[in-house]
């Protein structure tokens, strides 16, 4: 039973991005570690058996994650400069075109994010924003700017 593994749904993702307000603190905590790499019991050095069960519990009756089997696949790390940069150019792009509307997610879990998998929900949403703000070009030039960085422009 430690070693079951969980991952995040499409809606839990996008449940990370929007803050809906559905979760307490403790459950969005455990939602953003939800990597499918992480077994119970890693996650049980983090939280106490009782707050395990009752965030987990909440979590896979909203449908925000699910057990995964098989084996681990690990994906590769984003290095922490990198992250810092691309976290730097959302920032400055959430200030000047979105009016703060991610600052909190910037501020508070951008940081939780290490790899490819959690990083592309999160720009797609930023994306997807800028888009709907009416800065089409912008959005686009801030994407290649991070693919770039990523070394994601390459085949």
């Given amino acids: 039973m430690d070693q079951q593994r969980f991952s995040k749904t499409a809606k839990g993702s996008k449940e990370i991005e929007e803050r809906s307000g559905l979760l ?51 994906a590769a790390s984003i290095d922490s400069r990198a992250m810092s940069q691309i976290r730097q150019m959302m920032y400055m792009s959430n200030q000047q075109y979105l009016a703060g509307q ?25 994306h997807r924003l800028l888009c709907d703000a009416g800065q089409e070009v912008v959005a686009y030039a801030y994407l290649r700017q991070i693919k770039t960085t990523l070394g994601w422009d390459k085949k």
């Fill in 24 to 74: 307490s603190p403790l459950a969005r905590r455990l939602l953003i570690m939800m990597d499918g790499k992480r077994t119970r019991g890693d996650l049980l050095q983090t939280f106490s058996l009782d707050e395990l069960e009752e965030a987990l519990a909440r979590l896979e009756l909203l449908k925000l994650v699910e057990e995964i089997s098989g084996p681990i696949t690990v």
């Fill in 102 to 126: 991610l600052d909190r997610f910037l501020n508070e879990d951008f940081t939780q994010i290490h790899d490819r998998a959690g990083l592309e929900p999160v720009l797609e949403h930023w």
